[in-house]
């Protein structure tokens, strides 16, 4: 059989970028779990061209939320082809009558262990609608195939270690998503850290775990870090604001050749940090945490969301200079986006603040939900002229020059590089923003009638 796996992609905001650097592993781990006897293609709609005429006997489409308008039109494509159209993946776990209305069959959860039934049954013509992927135990797991991935990614090394996260977010799918912390075996890590069949001396050097939080089992990380340091890369991941505490931890993963560490720092406000369930985050904290990182020379780069219930338009906009003053390299600034799954959503839906919004709403960078302080409107305005006064050429030129007297080389260029980037968006698309009249006209086409919130969701909500 041949398939074609498709990560579906919509731009999202006018700041955004249609091009990524580095590639979701989501589509290059599903072929890698297709049993070889099939040929598999991957695309990424964010940078590929989609080849709507394939003649692949089987699609199969992955997407986040903010991404399904996007994936509904390519089905609905397909489908006029005579193809038959399956997904998977966060969206459709958390909506699946909706998907059904647009997938011939839908894998819900993990796909180690159904997508294996869904090709032998699609094989015998007798594909079921609904499939159940359980917690996959992270043992044995292939190498993802890095040789099918667009040449068009910056860096491709990107490589999941651990699955879940012991903390519970309130604004978070993981806990659901991915119940209970698995581990793959040490071995198998850095067999894929180690692969290095790749075109430029950055692509071989660079590793990226796109885990949820790598370093939360210290016997595992000590291990699989003392692993890694003979390989020499240079190494990023995800990991909670409790390393910064860990000397022993941080010596390791500076030796081990860390250049970055993505920390959810989300807020200044401890009414918001409580709100989010955000425990193990303490404000007074922040800039003696990120001190010890830099340390090591290693950069930080953070979460931050704006549209906590405590959020009013100033404490958005003045995050800017919080940011600036706690030494983070790299800022990631989102809107709140109550994602199906999240105990946030449950909260709005019962409050009767979600609005009725398209899912190109969900995308992180959009308003979906009645803020408690502020309009929709002036939330998203806050956002972006957040935004906008972080990436000003004041400040990203003060994180580029800290940056270079502070952070080792690769660390160094992650900073200037992305600083740089995003300095270059903010000159060159500094659209005025209006919900009504967005840069991206063509997104209000896509509200889906299935986005009105039904009886049952009401009820169950209320209940
Ligand atoms: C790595 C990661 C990223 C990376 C890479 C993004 C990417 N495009 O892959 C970065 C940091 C860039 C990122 C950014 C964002 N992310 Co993110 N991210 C993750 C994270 C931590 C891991 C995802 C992952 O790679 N897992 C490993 C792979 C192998 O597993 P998987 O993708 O879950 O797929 C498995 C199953 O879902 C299923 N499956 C998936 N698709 C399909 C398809 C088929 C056909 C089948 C059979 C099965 C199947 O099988 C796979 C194997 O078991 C998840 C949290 C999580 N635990 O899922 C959040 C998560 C996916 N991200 C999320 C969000 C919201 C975002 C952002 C929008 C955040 C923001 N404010 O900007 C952006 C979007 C960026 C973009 N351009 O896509 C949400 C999505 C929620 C939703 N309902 O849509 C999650 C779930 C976290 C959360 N907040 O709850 N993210
Ligand atoms: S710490 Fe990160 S991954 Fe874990 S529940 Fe919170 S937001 Fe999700």
Redesign the pocket.
């Known amino acids: 059989m041949t398939i074609d ?1 498709i ?1 579906a ?1 919509l731009k ?1 905001y006018e700041f955004g970028h249609e091009k ?1 650097f ?5 589509g290059i ?2 072929a890698a ?1 297709t049993p070889r006897e099939h040929t598999v293609r991957v695309f990424h709609q ?1 940078v590929d061209r989609i080849d709507l005429d394939s003649q692949a006997d089987l699609i ?8 399904a308008p996007a994936a509904f039109d390519l089905a609905r494509e397909f489908k006029k082809r005579g193809k038959t159209v ?9 909506n699946i009558d909706e998907s059904l209305d647009h997938f011939d069959a839908i ?1 819900t ?4 262990t ?2 294996i039934d ?1 090709l032998r049954d699609h094989g015998l013509g007798q594909l079921k609608r609904v ?1 159940t ?1 359980r917690p ?1 135990d992270m043992k044995d797991l292939p190498t993802p195939r890095y040789d099918l991935l667009s040449n068009k990614f910056f860096i491709r090394k ?1 490589i ?1 270690a651990t ?3 012991p903390f519970t977010c309130s ?4 806990p659901t ?2 119940p209970g912390f698995r581990l793959r075996p040490v071995q198998d890590v850095v067999r894929d850290a180690a692969y290095d069949a790749f075109p430029h001396w950055w692509q071989r050097k660079v590793v990226w775990f ?3 939080n790598l370093t939360i089992n210290r016997k595992y990380i000590h291990a699989l870090l003392t692993e890694l340091k003979p390989l020499k890369k240079w190494w990023l991941t ?1 990991a909670s604001l409790d390393i910064a505490k860990d000397d022993k931890l941080l010596d390791l993963m500076r030796d081990s050749g860390c250049i970055g560490v ?1 920390l959810g720092i989300e807020s200044f406000s401890t009414e918001s940090l409580a709100d989010a369930h955000k425990r193990q985050n303490k404000i007074e904290h922040y800039k003696t945490a990120v001190a010890a990182i830099h340390k090591r020379g290693i950069a930080v780069m953070a ?1 931050f969301i704006a549209g906590f219930d405590h959020d009013t338009r100033e404490s958005i906009e003045e995050m800017a200079d919080r940011i600036m003053e706690i030494g983070i390299d790299v800022p ?1 600034l ?2 709140m ?1 109550p ?4 105990p946030i959503y449950h909260e709005l839906l019962k409050e009767n603040r979600m609005l009725e919004k398209g899912w190109q709403f ?4 959009n308003v979906a939900f009645k803020p408690r302080r502020m309009t929709p409107e002036e939330l998203l305005l806050a956002h972006r002229n957040l935004w906008k006064r972080s990436f000003s050429v004041t400040y990203s030129v003060k994180r580029i020059m800290r940056g270079l007297l502070t952070l080792r080389p690769g660390a160094m260029c992650l900073s200037l590089f992305m600083n740089s980037f995003y300095m270059y968006k903010r000159i060159r698309k500094n659209y005025p923003v209006d919900m009504n009249n967005h840069p991206m006209g063509h997104w209000e086409e896509y509200v889906p009638a299935t986005m009105k919130l039904s009886q049952r969701e009401r009820a169950v909500a209320t209940a």
């Open positions: 796996i990560i992609y999202r990524d580095v590639p979701p592993i989501t781990h599903l779990i964010q199969a489409l992955s997407f986040f939320s903010g991404f399956v997904a998977g993946g966060p969206h459709v776990t958390f894998v959860g993990e796909a180690e159904a997508w869904l499939y992927g996959c990107v999941q699955r879940g996260c604004f978070c799918t993981v998503l991915n796109w885990d949820d995800q993505f979460g990631f989102s809107v986006t994602f199906r799954g999240t969900y995308n992180g960078y």
